[in-house]
T-cell receptor, first 117, second 115 residues
Framework: AQKITQTQPGMFVQEKEAVTLDCTYD???????LFWYKQPSSGEMIFLIY??????QNATEGRYSLNFQKARKSANLVISASQLGDSAMYFC??????????????FGTGTRLKVLA | DVKVTQSSRYLVKRTGEKVFLECVQD?????MFWYRQDPGLGLRLIYF???????EKGDIPEGYSVSREKKERFSLILESASTNQTSMYLC??????????????FGPGTRLTVT
């Protein structure tokens, strides 16, 4: 069965330093997509970055990059130059193959990141 | 900008009440989803819909039903609310385009308390 694992329930990072949030996945589908979302204390989920299973290069979006290692089935999020506003819960998610007329998505349990001044 | 709105941010209901949670998106997305979020469990899919009047069960549909009469609106119904349905409920929408990411866009969430 498809699965997303985030093993770090909480992390601290010093402001202006880089931090890596871990995500491993399990799927037998050759076509899938991987996402990272940020959830601040306000509650709304914010899409950060996407990586397709056939993409050759790692995705980047500003200070966010996704370290995609297909053979290891990992999709770690790297945040460079952390800011206080990065303090939030971060979720890794996977888009499963097409079933029931559309895609379904599964989520990890999240990592709570705290940026220290 | 995609906008997904939910009818209430906070809701308090009594055990046994029928509860309606409404979700509206303004970007003509085919797909809409309802999740519940509980600490340590992440987001769990309750129901989803890929077209008007079409609905599919997610991973935890028991005690819930949904309605999608119009493309932009997806309602979650708790037929008889119970205390174990106290949770944060998140609605999301997405396009269905096989060649793209199809990321989900989320509403602000409804924190439901059942007493």
């Amino acid at each position: 069965a498809q699965k997303i694992t985030q093993t770090q329930p909480g992390m601290f990072v010093q402001e202006k330093e880089a931090v890596t949030l871990d995500c491993t996945y399990d799927t037998s589908d050759p076509s899938y997509g991987l996402f990272w979302y940020k959830q601040p204390s306000s509650g709304e989920m914010i899409f950060l970055i996407y990586q397709g299973s056939y993409d050759q290069q790692n995705a980047t979006e500003g200070r966010y990059s996704l370290n995609f290692q297909k053979a290891r089935k990992s999709a770690n999020l790297v945040i460079s130059a952390s800011q206080l506003g990065d303090s939030a819960m971060y979720f890794c998610a996977m888009r499963e193959g097409r079933t029931s007329g559309t895609y379904k998505y599964i989520f990890g349990t999240g990592t709570r990141l705290k940026v220290l001044a | 900008d995609v906008k997904v709105t939910q009818s209430s941010r906070y809701l308090v209901k009594r055990t046994g009440e029928k509860v309606f949670l409404e979700c509206v998106q303004d970007m003509d997305h085919e797909n809409m989803f309802w999740y519940r979020q509980d600490p340590g469990l992440g987001l769990r899919l309750i129901y989803f819909s890929y077209d008007v009047k079409m609905k599919e069960k997610g991973d935890i549909p028991e005690g819930y039903s949904v309605s999608r009469e119009k493309k932009e609106r997806f309602s979650l119904i708790l037929e008889s609310a119970s205390t174990n349905q106290t949770s944060m409920y998140l609605c999301a929408s997405s396009l269905y385009q096989p060649s793209t990411g199809n990321e989900q866009y989320f509403g602000p969430g409804t924190r439901l308390t059942v007493t």
